[in-house]
């Protein structure tokens, strides 16, 4: 394979051969205006004075990285805990959705929707919304809104409107495509905020930026506390990919650091109940993005199987395809099991209840090899207060943490 300098997004939107701008028609001017002005807005110092304010003193960052002494024992490395877990709302979505926002503002718009599944993104969504004072719709899979009741909850207390989807399997895909099919009535009023790296360009490259502020703070915070600004080995969990990519970002072309990807396997990669995609996918093109897809032999698109709803996606970000293919990335496939029993070790060792997405990662500290000094630094992407009553209904996958 020729060997191409950069594993960031070309001038066309694509990584290696994934990637581009699959759709509609009718959408066509909107991506193309968005693809003309996301660079300069983002770039622009009245978009970061604002950004940056924003990260500061409504999201709480810089997110604190964390020396993990009792699991760094336990793997044989120097362990450091990214904690996007501390953030308001209690993720790292919510650095992509107040970007995205004052991206609409700045572009006029003055209606925003977006798709959810387990309501984590559309929580995140609704929040900038009354922030910002803008009008917002979620779609979400009428089988989610059923399973993901306190999210919906939110979303209503925050002003948004909910509206359920009912037709396919009634979950994130469907919710998608509503989203997409919304977006193409009201192309010029509204924008649609995609809460990973995935769907058309330049969606993926601009969800990466604005999460990228995660490795930008790696860099200053390992170099304060290490006197070098680079790790060995860096940690992420994979849905669709925007955690993972902040957390890259500042070092994907630096081959000095291993990149190691968590994605779901849920009951094993080859059970076909899993959401393991890069391990099962095949190329195809899901919600505007030509990239690995979990199909049938016939190219319907499968549903994600995972006990974590944030990484249930039948499909992979671009960027993370092309990662896994050219050996950039090592991507393990953590089953839900493992999980489940990652997250109780984390919490009995270091005193965090991380989120079951995040306990993906986590559990991928079994699968690595590291030499004694290595510095590692692995993100926690949320926290697990949303996953407490599965973690008690699944205590028999605890191990020797289960008993109490
Ligand atoms: C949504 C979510 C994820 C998965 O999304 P990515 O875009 O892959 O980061 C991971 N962790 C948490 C806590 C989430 O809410």
């Not at 953030?87 to 929707?113: C, E, P, S, V």
Request: net charge negative; charged share 25%.
């Amino acid at each position: 394979m020729e060997d191409k300098k950069t594993f960031q997004v070309d001038e066309r939107g694509f990584y290696g051969e994934f990637g581009g701008a699959y759709i509609p028609e009718i959408l066509y001017g909107t991506v193309e205006n968005l693809k003309n002005c996301y660079l300069e807005i983002l770039e622009s110092e009245e978009f970061q004075k604002e950004y940056i304010e924003l990260l500061r003193d409504y999201v709480g960052r810089p997110s604190p990285l964390y020396y993990a002494r009792r699991m760094s024992e336990k793997y044989g490395c120097r362990l450091y805990l990214k904690r996007e877990d501390l953030n308001h709302t209690g993720a790292h979505k919510i650095n992509n959705t107040i970007g995205q926002i004052l991206m609409a503002k700045k572009m006029g718009k003055k209606r925003i929707i977006a798709e959810t599944g387990a309501g984590q993104h559309g929580v995140a969504t609704a929040t900038v919304c009354a922030l910002m004072d803008m009008p917002c719709v979620v779609y979400q899979g009428a089988l989610d809104v059923e399973r993901q009741h306190t999210n919906v909850e939110r979303m209503k207390m925050l002003g948004a409107e909910v509206r359920p989807v009912t037709s396919g399997n009634q979950t994130l895909k469907d919710a998608t495509n509503e989203a997409i099919r919304d977006w193409c009535c009201h192309p010029q009023d509204t924008f649609y905020i995609i809460g990973s790296t995935v769907g058309p360009h330049p969606y993926p490259d601009m969800v990466a930026r604005l999460q990228s502020i995660i490795s930008k703070e790696i860099k200053e915070q390992l170099q304060d506390k290490i006197g070098r600004d680079y790790p060995d080995v860096l940690m992420a969990c994979v849905g669709g990919g925007s955690n993972a990519a902040g957390t890259i970002y500042h070092y994907i072309d630096d081959a000095r650091v291993r990149i190691i990807l968590a994605e779901a396997g849920g009951l094993g990669a080859d059970t076909g109940h899993t959401a393991a995609t890069i391990h099962t996918g095949r190329l195809g093109i899901l919600h505007g993005s030509r990239t690995l897809v979990m199909q049938t032999p016939d190219g319907q698109v499968m549903e994600a199987e995972s006990i974590s709803a944030g990484l249930d996606y039948p499909g992979i970000g671009p960027m993370h395809a092309n990662l896994a293919t050219r050996h950039r990335a090592t991507v393990y496939s953590i089953n839900d099991d493992e999980a489940v029993k990652a997250a109780y070790e984390l919490t009995r060792m270091e005193g965090i209840i991380p989120a079951l997405e995040s306990a993906h990662a986590i559990a991928a500290l079994q699968k690595a090899t590291f030499r004694h000094d290595d510095i590692v630094v692995l993100t926690v992407s949320g926290r697990g207060d949303k996953d407490v009553e599965t973690y008690l209904n699944n205590k028999n996958m605890a191990g020797e943490y289960g008993n109490f």
